[in-house]
Nanobody
Framework: QVSLVESGGGLVQPGGSLRLSCAAT????????MTWYRQAPGKQRELVAT???????DYLDSVKGRFTISRDDTKNTIYLQMNSLKPEDAAVYYC????????????????WGQGTQVAVSS
């Protein structure tokens, strides 16, 4: 059984920084694309940042230049470094990944983390 375990959320003042982590635990043979999403109250879930196995990255326009996604494949973990946080960045952040759980690595399943709360307020 595979799980995505997120950590690093919390309360920060505007302009502050947080680093989110998401670790895939369990029987992991290969991880393809890993993505951070967020959902604020009353809003739809939106893609924040994504990274593939070649470390190609893409970002939501509003976080470009402030957020950095990275991955450590030796730890089956991705990170989201969030700098210059704004009140509009406040949301529950979710980790998503396509993971092969058997030696048939072409067969991948989608997994979601439980979410971690990010609050930005003075």
């Amino acid at each position: 059984q595979v799980s995505l375990v997120e950590s690093g959320g919390g309360l920060v003042q505007p302009g502050g920084s947080l680093r989110l982590s998401c670790a895939a635990t369990g029987t992991v043979f290969e991880i393809d694309v890993m993505t951070w999403y967020r959902q604020a109250p009353g809003k739809q879930r939106e893609l924040v940042a994504t990274i593939d196995r070649s470390h190609y990255t893409d970002y939501l326009d509003s976080v470009k230049g402030r957020f950095t996604i990275s991955r450590d494949d030796t730890k089956n973990t991705i990170y989201l470094q969030m700098n210059s946080l704004k009140p509009e960045d406040a949301a529950v952040y979710y980790c998503n990944a396509l993971i092969a759980t058997t030696i048939q690595t072409w067969r991948k399943k989608e997994f979601w983390g439980q979410g971690t709360q990010v609050a930005v307020s003075s």
